[in-house]
């Protein structure tokens, strides 16, 4: 399919956009879904709790469900936003983890 419409294009762009100003809706629809893509998400406002160990988690799920009930978050956002969440509190655990080694390994004397 590529190399049949090798070379042609700029042409076939052409032909579309001029189908588009002379009114076909289709060339139309295709015209402005390249020019103004369909956005797949949304920027969000949302206050969620500071996490700084894993036990803030529950505070952090607790306004998510909350929000949901609320409507001001859609499922799928809330969703997105706990998958963030997740990677936080993993990150905030590691972390934790390497002091604590760390902490260890010097009053062992690293041995």
């Given at each position: ?18 189908l588009a100003k002379n ?14 893509p369909v956005r797949k ?71």
């Open positions: 399919m590529e190399a049949l419409l090798e070379g042609e294009g700029q042409e076939i762009t052409r032909k579309a956009i001029e009114g076909d809706t289709v060339a139309l629809r295709l015209c402005l879904e390249r020019l103004i998400d949304r920027p969000i406002r949302f206050a969620l709790p500071p996490i700084e160990n894993p036990a803030d988690l529950t505070k952090a799920t607790s306004a998510l469900l909350a929000a949901v009930a609320a409507g001001d978050l859609t499922p799928s956002e809330a969703a997105e936003l706990g998958k963030l969440v997740d990677a936080h509190v993993k990150a905030v655990e590691a972390a934790d983890f390497a002091e604590r080694l760390a902490a260890l390994e010097a009053k062992t004397g690293g041995a």
